[in-house]
């Protein structure tokens, strides 16, 4: 038996894996911190409620499950951002708040970089659980961003590019 056959969490990380991980690990991190800051700015009730989902069964478990791997093979995880605390929507200045469309953009922006982001890691991996891990993720974030298309159309936020209506008919 070579060194790449039996339970793949015996087998050794490459280093595009590790840094796919660890990247992939501090960013959602990161992602963490702006989402708590997100919900302090939305007015929307069905926006703050879909980024809440998103934290709870999308973003933490992703934390946990990429701490956990990277921990198990001895490799340094990346810090974790303090908690945010709650803040009313009526305290932040005007000037100084983010519009619930500002968010979904953001949002959905997010969404969308991630889910090519999953798809590298997803290619380069060698390891099964690696790459099941994140096409695991990879579906969540894509019924996320499916869920997000439907709210930014329902609330009027979505900016469409130019839609192609007719076509020319052959002669």
Known sequence: MGILSGNPQKEPLH??????????LSLAKAALDGYQVYINHTGDEDLRAFLKGVLETSIRPEIAEMEQILIHNDIAVPPTPAERPAADLEQIPVGAR???V???????????????AYSGVMGQSIRED????????????AKDGAALLKLMKEKGWLLPPPLHHETKQES
């Open 130 to 141: 690696v790459g099941m891990m994140f096409g695991q993720f990879h579906m969540k974030k």
């Open 15 to 24: 280093y595009g894996e590790v840094y796919g991980i660890w990247t992939s």
């Open 102 to 116: 500002q968010v979904a953009n953001v949002v959905a922006r997010d969404i969308a970089a991630g889910l090519t």
């Open 98 to 100: 983010l519009q619930d």
